[in-house]
């Protein structure tokens, strides 16, 4: 009865630890936001489009992380699986491109990301892109990009 209650205690306290880690985020400043969109309907091909590119200027010495926040409304010519992507100097941002669902023949359908990404000192590139199952149109999208000193 001893060692299960000493192993019950234990795993308590395990527990206990990884909430309090998991709960110790780091507030960041935030130093400004810049936001792009467009409303007008656009024909795309099948596989990757970039719909979006923007350079975003981290002036802190520590660095910076780099939020973006994405709404896209689509349609495809064939039903299958489509997804948002943010690119910050070519690589996925957190947490990459996650699967938006099956994209329909009719009627849009709105697609969202939320990505971050920690940056160095200087100017990057943010790319917004869209990846589609078969030809088709992305209409209404905004993207917002936010910078936080690290």
């Known amino acids: 009865m001893r060692r299960i209650s000493a192993l019950v205690l234990g795993l308590s306290l395990l527990c206990l ?3 309090a880690e998991a709960a110790a985020a780091k507030l ?3 130093v400004g936001t810049a936001t792009a ?13 970039v719909i979006d590119t923007e350079s975003i200027k981290c002036a802190n010495a520590s660095g910076c992380l780099i939020e973006a926040q994405v709404i896209v409304q689509a349609i495809a010519s064939s039903a299958g699986p489509w997804q948002i992507c943010v690119l910050v100097d070519g690589n ?3 947490p990459g491109c996650p699967v938006q ?3 329909p023949t009719s009627n849009y359908v709105v697609g ?3 990505t971050n990404t920690l940056v160095a000192t200087g100017t990057h590139t ?12 992305y209409a209404a999208w905004q993207a ?7």
Do not use: C, F
């Open 17 to 19: 630890a990884a909430e």
């Open 37 to 49: 969109s467009n409303g007008v309907v656009t024909a795309v091909p099948s596989g990757t489009t």
């Open 92 to 94: 996925q941002a957190q």
């Open 144 to 150: 917002d990009y936010s910078v936080y000193k690290n």
């Open 101 to 103: 669902g099956s994209l």
């Open 126 to 137: 943010v790319q917004t892109e869209i990846v589609m199952p078969s030809a088709g149109n």
């Open 112 to 114: 969202t990301l939320r």
């Open 28 to 30: 960041r400043k935030l």
